[in-house]
């Protein structure tokens, strides 16, 4: 099958297409007919080797880590899913490097997978997972985000940011968010009550008394400085020190746990329109279209998901 890959840590031009056997499946698999994948910041952040300490990957490396396709194949304990389901996933990361989703096929666990509604289109359902898992476990299991909260939610208009906004106002809270001028009105359509740019001013000039921030982008004493004394922090972007740990306020970091019964939670969220998917570009899975994808991620101001059409 085809596969794009990296065969050493470095800039984008070490994205290639190769040939790799068509992934082997483990019993609690299913192979996907991979119709779209989406790209994440973790793509370029582990192909300029900042995981290395994580995965102890073989050359070749295949990354990516959202699918959506088609089951061709399911191992023998899989009891859900049935050969010709449309389906969606944010698969395991392997340690073995090669199946990760810039591919044809793919192989994920049973447990990882969601059902795609026929409402939204394979490149839609790729741009859900990784992104979307993450807000929703950040914003409702981590922040336990209810009724009439005032949370923070840094970097709106990336991947996780639109995802995070929406599941807040869902769940009845007042979201303040941070973006560069040219998408306020943009995130205001998405709900959010209020939108700072972060180029012109700081947030702890503006804001105060908060019940929670989701920091996106290590901006960590910023957010803790406008949370109320028994707030809440979660970060996906970096890493509280023991100094910031201190005190009555509550912040931790989050790693995404890839779950399908979350997926199908959101999906139900996104049949019923309370979440919007939003793609900013779409490009095909060849050299050319991964490498135009990670720069265009690795420039930090996407808005919303980038997509790789594979069929
Ligand atoms: N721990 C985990 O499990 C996990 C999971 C997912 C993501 N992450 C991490 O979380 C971060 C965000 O992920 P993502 O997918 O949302 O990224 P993304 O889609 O690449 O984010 C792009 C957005 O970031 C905004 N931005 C850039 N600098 C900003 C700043 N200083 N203040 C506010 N907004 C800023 C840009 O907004 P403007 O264009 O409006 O300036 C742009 O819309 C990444 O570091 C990623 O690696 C971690």
Redesign the pocket.
């Known amino acids: 099958m085809k596969a794009i890959a990296i065969e050493e840590y470095g800039d984008v031009k070490n994205l290639h297409e190769i040939e790799l056997e068509v992934p082997k499946l483990a019993a609690d698999e299913v192979l996907l007919e991979n119709y779209a994948t989406s790209i994440?910041?973790?793509d370029w952040?582990a192909r300029l080797g900042y995981l290395k300490g994580m995965f102890d990957w073989n050359f070749p490396v295949v990354l990516g880590w959202d699918v959506a396709g088609v089951i061709t194949k399911v191992g023998d304990n899989v009891i859900d899913f049935k050969v010709g389901d449309k389906v969606f996933a944010r698969p395991d990361i392997y340690n073995d490097g090669k199946k990760g989703a810039y591919a044809e096929y793919v192989a994920v666990k049973e447990d990882k997978l969601a059902l795609k509604p026929n409402d939204i289109s394979f490149e839609e359902a790729a741009a859900v997972p990784?992104?979307g898992l993450?807000a929703l476990q950040v914003i409702e299991d981590r922040l336990k985000i209810k009724k009439g909260d005032k949370v923070l939610i840094?970097?709106g208009?990336?991947?996780?940011?639109i995802f995070a906004i929406q599941i807040a106002k869902y769940l009845g809270a007042y979201v303040a968010t941070?973006?560069?001028k040219?998408?306020h009105d943009f995130l205001k359509s998405l709900g959010a009550d209020e939108v700072i740019d972060?180029h012109e001013n700081k947030i702890t000039d503006v804001l105060s008394g908060y019940d929670a921030v989701f920091d996106?982008?290590n901006a960590i004493d910023d957010g803790l400085a406008i949370l109320k004394a028994d707030g809440r922090l979660v970060t996906?972007?970096g890493k509280p020190t023991a100094e910031q740990k201190i005190g009555s306020k509550d912040v931790s970091e989050?790693?995404?746990q890839p779950n399908g019964k979350q997926l199908q939670q959101l999906t139900d969220l996104i049949v019923s329109k309370e979440v919007r998917v939003i793609i900013d570009s779409v490009y095909p899975l060849t050299t050319q279209g991964l490498r135009d994808a990670h720069e265009k991620?690795q420039s930090?101001?996407?808005?919303g998901k980038i997509v790789i059409k594979v069929k």
């Open positions: 994440n910041p973790i952040k990784l992104a993450t840094q970097g208009a990336g991947g996780v940011g941070t973006a560069s040219k998408n972060y996106t982008i996906i972007a989050w790693w995404l991620s930090g101001h996407a808005k």
